[in-house]
């Protein structure tokens, strides 16, 4: 994800450039650059997001299940 955000500090850069001294069409291109990467960002993100949800639900169902089997343990100790 720091590589996409340094691609949009360098496309900010460029359209602000384009504004002194480039044509309509490079400016449009640069929008276009620009739009394209902040929807890869904000992929990645929500991407990176899931599976920070899915590692926390791993771990917890590890927990879970580490619990039961000392429950179990606790239960067949009483029973003796």
């Known amino acids: 994800m ?5 691609r949009i500090i360098i496309i900010i850069v460029g359209l602000a ?3 002194l001294s ?11 650059e620009w739009y394209s990467t ?6 990645t993100v929500r991407r990176e997001t899931e599976l920070s949800f ?6 917890l169902v590890g927990k879970y299940t ?3 089997k000392n429950l179990r343990e606790l239960s ?3 029973g003796r």
Do not use: C, H, M, P
């Not at 899915?54 to 771990?59: F, G, I, P, S, Y």
């Open 17 to 19: 450039f384009s504004y």
């Open 54 to 59: 899915k590692v926390r639900e791993l771990e």
């Open 66 to 68: 580490k619990l039961e």
């Open 22 to 32: 480039g044509s309509d069409v490079e400016r449009q291109a640069l929008w276009l």
């Open 38 to 43: 902040a929807q890869e960002k904000n992929t």
């Open 76 to 78: 067949e100790k009483d």
């Open 2 to 6: 720091y590589l996409i955000s340094i």
